[in-house]
């Protein structure tokens, strides 16, 4: 059976205002890929009463069917922390300090020059749970995440509200945990990303033409993204779910991929290549998505931040009446920003990004939100492409650094077909 899904999300700083709940979205997203779908969002205020009423009214809810509460935050050091002490409360229990988080504290405050006898009780506290309670460690920071029991087969799973800290307990401590509370037998997933194109569309292009055909056996979400959305698809029929890719392949044939974030640093490391970069209105974001992962050293060589006309010229040998006879944004320009990159670099690749990214500067020809990219493969030829990205400033340059990627991705994946 599947679990009737909660997600609590808690923190004054929260239901103020002060800040987004990015963690609920990214957790009913995984569930999703898993195979499970989340029923409800709770955000709550750092209150233990209003926590408390909550987690009694799950327990009475897990009476009537499988229950599982997923709740991040509170497990801190400061006085607004009250996870911990509200679950104490609620189960009726004492709690204990887990070894492996007590020195791993302590080891911290040794770096600092500081005994164990200067920590402080409420930084201590963060390597508590609750007697009988399955941990799930921290690997990220100090927070020791747990599940406690809220009835039969329902469970409550408290995890720190840092990011990056229930990110990585999530992936690597609870996943396993929930597969085996759990088990979904024989389902299968498949995962393509859909570049430049909006959720209604896919919706009435491809999944209500074809709801009678898959989507009875199947279940199917999306997630936006700058630049693509992320199509899943599920079921316990792999067979059904080819049938879906090769649809969804035949459909979109120029603008279909795979995670082209991973696929990029795995070929490029597979095929021993070389990229580099020459970039405008992006200002560094195409350089800092290619480094995000370890190993990058090895193909990404760097590049260049020319922001100003003047430096596409005395950088990259951009000739001054390309500027003024095309403008900065154009495909003339993208050109010979990654011929003149390649001539610094000799890099296998060479992608140049060029555009507007606004909110001023744009005209009728050339709007805000259009960018020109220039690629440079191994074989030696140059092509320019042109898009213009919907949104503000921070979606477009985000889009256009994306779409780099994806570029890149076409030429990878060609390569190899």
């Not at 059976?1 to 609590?8: A, D, E, F, G, Q």
């Not at 990220?140 to 509200?161: H, Q």
Request: neutral net charge; glycine residues 10%.
């Amino acid at each position: 059976m599947t679990p009737h899904i909660v997600i609590l999300s808690t923190g004054s700083e929260l239901t103020a205002g002060r800040s987004v709940d990015t963690n609920s979205g990214w957790i009913a997203n995984q569930l999703f890929e898993l195979g499970w779908k989340v029923k409800k969002f709770i955000t709550l205020p750092d209150d233990p009463s209003l926590i408390l009423s909550e987690l009694k009214a799950l327990q009475t809810l897990a009476k009537e069917k499988q229950v599982l509460a997923i709740m991040t935050g509170g497990l801190g050091p400061t006085e607004d922390d009250y996870t911990l002490e509200t679950v104490l409360q609620f189960t009726g229990k004492t709690s204990y300090s887990v070894e492996k988080a007590k020195l791993r504290l302590t080891k911290i405050y040794e770096s600092r020059g500081k005994e164990y006898k200067d920590i402080l009780p409420s930084v201590f506290r963060q390597t508590h749970v609750p007697e009988g309670s399955k941990t799930l460690d921290n690997s990220v920071g100090i927070a020791v995440g747990f599940i406690e029991s809220l009835g039969e087969n329902s469970y409550l799973v408290c995890m720190p509200g840092v990011p990056s800290e229930m990110t990585e307990m999530f992936r690597r401590r609870l996943v396993p945990e929930l597969k085996k509370l759990y088990p979904r037998e024989n389902l299968v997933h498949k995962t393509k990303w859909l570049w430049n194109i909006g959720e209604s569309l896919f919706q009435n292009e491809f999944i209500e033409p074809n709801r009678e055909e898959f989507f009875k056996e199947a279940e199917w979400g999306v997630t936006a993204n700058r630049g693509y959305i992320k199509c899943i698809f599920q079921s316990t029929n792999e067979g059904l779910l080819e049938k879906i890719i090769n649809r969804l392949e035949t459909q979109y044939p120029k603008i279909i991929s795979d995670d082209v974030f991973q696929f990029v640093h795995e070929q490029l490391l597979k095929e021993g290549l070389t990229v580099s970069v020459a970039e405008s209105c992006t200002g560094g974001l195409l350089g800092k998505k290619l480094t995000e992962q370890a190993g990058s050293s090895v193909y990404f060589m760097g590049g260049f931040l020319t922001y100003s006309n003047q430096l596409k010229t005395n950088l990259l040998g951009v000739p001054k009446d390309s500027i003024e006879t095309y403008g900065a944004v154009s495909d003339e320009v993208a050109k010979a920003m990654v011929e003149g990159l390649y001539e610094k670099t000799k890099t296998d690749f060479g992608i140049s990004i060029t555009g507007i990214a606004g909110p001023e500067g744009g005209s009728e020809g050339k709007p805000v939100g259009t960018v020109c990219f220039g690629l440079k493969e191994p074989n030696g030829k140059v092509s320019v492409h042109r898009y213009i990205f919907p949104g503000n400033r921070e979606a477009i340059r985000e889009n256009a650094s994306n779409t780099a990627l994806f570029l890149l991705y076409q030429s990878l994946k060609f390569r190899t077909t």
